[in-house]
Structures are given as structure tokens and as C-alpha cells.
């Protein structure tokens, strides 16, 4: 069972939804975007899903890699 946190069962505001995508743009870990937005890591892996947030590092390539 996880932590009740102060937005646990609210609906996701738009303010929250732009920060998600903003700090998830910035490659910040999930569990600390958990903690800015007062959320579960399951909350933010569900609402980025549904959202078409990609949770994914963006700064690395598998076709940069040398052997």
C-alpha cells in the first residue's frame, strides 16, 4: 500500500499536467516529480500515460553507442 500524499484522489489540475510535462522534459526523476507535485510515483506513471507524457530520458540514444 502506498503513503497518502496531500493530492491523493484530486483530479489533476492543467497547472499539474504542465508542470508533469515540463519537469518530466527536464529528465527529472519520477519519484521527485512525485514529491513537487505532492503525488504518488503510480499517480505520475498513470497520469503521464494517459496523458501521452513520455516519462523516457531523452538525452540517450541506443544509436550513439560505440561498441
Given at each position: ?30 519519484r ?20 501521452g507524457?513520455?516519462?523516457?530520458p ?6 550513439n553507442?560505440?561498441?
Amino acid at each position: 500500500m502506498s503513503k497518502s500524499t496531500r493530492n491523493s484522489g484530486t483530479p489533476w489540475t492543467p497547472t499539474e499536467v504542465r508542470q508533469l510535462r515540463s519537469l518530466a522534459t527536464q529528465n527529472t526523476p519520477t519519484r521527485v516529480i512525485g514529491l513537487k507535485l505532492g503525488r504518488t510515483e503510480n499517480a505520475i506513471r498513470t497520469a503521464a500515460s494517459e496523458k501521452g507524457v513520455s516519462l523516457k530520458p531523452t538525452n540517450q540514444s541506443p544509436y550513439n553507442r560505440r561498441p
